[in-house]
């Protein structure tokens, strides 16, 4: 298990930019593959990224693909989420998650640690 802790939401007007941030207290981040997901109000918890342990894939929901960018810092053992042109429908509780699966055949059922989450809120 991997304790991580997300910061960075807040609220930013239509367009606008945020980076999140998931510090991660393992000493072996670097070999967990890495993901976003966020969580709007009334809805089911949804994929949003993925990074593989060492930052040479990644992977993105279409409703985010061209705008959001994942990356790491194992040095830092530091997972990242740049978000621009937001859009109200990308207002959301952002969690940061774990995974020692195979990058190959990762699922959304597989990341097995997250963090306590952070709001992102974009206004129209």
């Known amino acids: 298990q991997v304790q991580l802790v997300e910061s960075g939401g807040g609220l930013v007007q239509a367009g606008g930019s945020l980076r999140l941030s998931c510090a991660a207290s393992?000493?072996?981040?670097?070999?967990?593959?890495m993901g976003w997901f966020r969580q709007a109000p009334g809805k089911e918890r949804e994929f949003v990224a993925a990074?593989?342990?060492?930052?040479?894939?990644?992977n993105y929901a279409d409703s985010v693909k061209g705008r959001f960018t994942i990356s790491r810092d194992n040095a830092k053992k530091t997972l990242y989420l740049q978000m621009n042109t937001l859009k109200p429908e990308d207002t959301a509780v952002y969690y940061c998650?774990?995974?020692?699966?195979?990058?190959?055949?990762?699922?959304?059922?597989?990341?097995?640690?997250w963090g306590q989450g952070t709001q992102v809120t974009v206004s129209s």
């Open positions: 990074i593989r342990w060492n930052g040479g894939s990644t």
């Open positions: 998650a774990a995974s020692r699966s195979s990058w190959c055949e990762l699922r959304n059922s597989d990341f097995s640690s």
């Open positions: 393992a000493p072996a981040f670097a070999t967990y593959n």
